[in-house]
T-cell receptor, first 113, second 114 residues
Framework: ETGVTQTPRHLVMGMTNKKSLKCEQH?????MYWYKQSAKKPLELMFV???????ENNSVPSRFSPECPNSSHLFLHLHTLQPEDSALYLC????????????FGDGTRLSIL | DQQVKQNSPSLSVQEGRISILNCDYT??????FLWYKKYPAEGPTFLIS???IKDKNEDGRFTVFLNKSAKHLSLHIVPSQPGDSAVYFC?????????????WGAGTKLIIKP
């Protein structure tokens, strides 16, 4: 079993749909992250949770809403997305802060019709 | 404005030779650097890191060199193996107050030719 599990692996949705991405980590880490990866662009950090508290929100549009009910689970709720939101969404976890290596899930490939 | 730049989108190297992946940065506040490797359809995996107080860190076939004055770091892989074919990301971090910034490069695709 991988340390960080993301579901679903692929998601196709219309602009008016509501869906959620799920991430679960089995590593006992206290920090979790959501990233967006668009083609040929650097990873963009979207949200950071440390001990369930959100510590970073890098000006992400409100149509993306994170939820961290405990230190092992992280959700990204999606609502009224735009075509430019089509990307690979990666979840990661680490023990501590950005100085510790992050462990990534395999991502959710999101396509907005 | 990209603070971490990987100017080579791709690199092709013969198996057994040395692969050198480069990364430049602009922010002098970065004090820790990490390299990650990513296979298709998988998330990135951590490879090796270096603190700004060092100029070299080695782990098996992988060595990272840091030149602070040039704001440049490089990852050396020797000897290169077919399994090294992947996309390599450079990332840099620094702490500001109680938060930290982690900035990623766009990646370099390494192709190892048999």
């Amino acid at each position: 079993e991988t340390g960080v599990t993301q579901t679903p692996r692929h998601l196709v949705m219309g602009m008016t749909n509501k869906k959620s991405l799920k991430c679960e980590q089995h590593l006992g880490h206290n920090a979790m992250y959501w990233y967006k990866q668009s083609a040929k662009k650097p990873l963009e950090l979207m949200f950071v949770y440390n001990f369930k508290e959100q510590t970073e929100n890098n000006s992400v549009p409100s149509r993306f809403s994170p939820e961290c009910p405990n230190s092992s689970h992280l959700f990204l709720h999606l609502h009224t997305l735009q075509p430019e939101d089509s990307a690979l969404y990666l979840c990661a976890s680490s023990q501590g802060d950005g100085y510790q290596p992050q462990h990534f899930g395999d991502g959710t490939r999101l396509s907005i019709l | 404005d990209q603070q971490v730049k990987q100017n080579s989108p791709s690199l092709s190297v013969q198996e057994g030779r040395i692969s050198i992946l480069n990364c430049d940065y602009t922010n002098s506040m970065f004090d820790y650097f990490l390299w990650y490797k990513k296979y298709p359809a998988e998330g990135p995996t951590f490879l090796i890191s270096i603190s700004s107080i060092k100029d070299k860190n080695e782990d098996g076939r992988f060595t990272v060199f840091l030149n602070k004055s040039a704001k440049h770091l490089s990852l050396h892989i020797v000897p290169s193996q077919p399994g090294d074919s992947a996309v390599y990301f450079c990332a840099a971090t620094f702490r500001m107050d109680s938060n930290y910034q982690l900035i990623w490069g766009a990646g370099t695709k390494l192709i190892i030719k048999p």
